[in-house]
C-alpha cells in the first residue's frame, strides 16, 4: 500500500524540511557521536582497551550496573501499580498523584540529589540517628540508588498510563464477569496488551539509570573506585586531562544509547504488527 502525502506543501518546501531535519540530527546528535569514537580511539586500540580495562572503570562499570539492576525492577513495579490505579480506578488524589509521577521531570536532578543529603546527610534530618546505628546513605552506594530510583521513577508509569487508558476497562469488566480475579485479570488480560509499552518503559529507564549524572553526583562523593559510577568516572577521567581514557569510557555508554535506540525500533517494529493484527 503506498504512502500518500497528507499536506499540501509543494517538493521544494519538503526539501527544505528534510534538509533541516537531517542537518539538525547530524550536526547535535551524530557529529558529537562520532567525535567520542573518533578521540577514543586516537591513540590506537592498546590505549583504549587499557583504559577499559583499569580497575577504577570496571568498579564503575559494576556500580553503574549494580545501580540500575535494583532501581529499573522498582521502578518497573512502581509504573505497573501506579498506572493501574490511576486508569482503572477513581479515587481523590488522582490528580495529585499524576503531578507527583512528573515531579522529577520538573525538578533538576542537582536539586534532587541535595534533598537525599538534607534527609540522610550527616547534619541532616536523619543523619545523627543514621550515624548512631553506623548505617551510611550518603557517599556511598544506598544514596547513589535512591536517588537514581528518584529520577528514574516516573519512565515506566508515563509510558503505561496513556496506553492503559486508550485501551479502557472493557477487557477487565469482561474478565470479572467470567469469574476472573484480580491477579488473574492482570496476567492473562492486561499484561498482555501492555507487555510493549512495559517493555519500552523498561528500555528509557534503563538508559536514564546508567547514564544519570546530576543526582548521583551530589550523593555519590566521588570516592574513586567505590561510589564513582560511569558518567561520574568519565568526569573525574577528563578533569584529569586523561582524555582517551575518558572518551574510551565514553563510548560504553554511547554504545547503550544505541542499544536502547535499536531495541525501542524493535519494540516499536513488533508492537505495530500486533496493533494491526487485532
Not at 103 to 110: G, M, N, Q, R
Not at 131 to 138: F, S
Not at 173 to 199: D, H, S
Not at 236 to 243: I, K, M, T
Request: a positive charge; aromatic letters at 12%.
Amino acid at each position: 500500500m503506498s504512502v500518500r502525502n497528507v499536506t499540501t506543501e509543494s517538493a521544494p518546501i519538503r526539501a527544505v524540511l528534510i534538509t533541516v531535519a537531517v542537518g539538525f540530527l547530524t550536526l547535535f546528535l551524530l557529529m558529537p557521536l562520532f567525535a567520542v569514537f573518533i578521540e577514543a580511539l586516537r591513540r590506537g586500540w592498546e590505549v583504549f582497551l587499557a583504559s577499559l580495562y583499569e580497575d577504577a572503570a570496571w568498579s564503575a562499570v559494576k556500580l553503574t550496573l549494580l545501580t540500575a539492576a535494583i532501581a529499573v525492577p522498582l521502578n518497573t513495579l512502581f509504573g505497573i501499580a501506579a498506572a493501574w490505579a490511576v486508569t482503572k480506578h477513581r479515587f481523590k488524589g488522582r490528580a495529585l498523584l499524576l503531578s507527583l509521577i512528573d515531579l522529577p521531570f520538573a525538578v533538576s536532578p542537582v536539586i534532587a540529589g541535595l534533598v537525599w543529603v538534607l534527609l540522610f546527610g550527616a547534619k541532616g534530618w536523619f543523619g545523627p540517628w543514621l550515624a548512631e546505628h553506623d548505617i551510611k546513605i550518603i557517599f556511598a552506594v544506598p544514596g547513589i540508588v535512591i536517588a537514581t530510583v528518584f529520577i528514574t521513577f516516573p519512565f515506566v508509569a508515563r509510558e503505561l498510563i496513556p496506553l492503559m487508558e486508550s485501551q479502557g476497562t472493557d477487557q477487565e469488566e469482561a474478565a470479572v464477569t467470567l469469574g476472573a480475579r484480580g491477579w488473574q485479570i492482570f496476567r492473562r488480560v492486561t499484561l498482555p496488551n501492555i507487555k510493549w509499552g512495559l517493555l519500552y518503559g523498561v528500555l528509557l529507564c534503563n538508559a536514564r539509570a546508567m547514564g544519570e549524572f546530576g543526582a548521583v553526583s551530589v550523593v555519590s562523593g566521588h570516592i574513586r573506585g567505590q561510589t564513582n559510577t560511569l558518567p561520574l568516572h568519565i568526569e573525574v577521567l577528563y578533569n584529569e586531562y586523561q582524555f582517551s581514557a575518558a572518551f574510551a569510557c565514553a563510548t560504553l555508554l554511547a554504545f547503550l544509547a544505541l542499544f536502547t535506540l535499536g531495541m525501542k525500533s524493535v519494540v516499536e517494529h513488533f508492537s505495530g504488527h500486533v496493533g494491526k493484527g487485532h
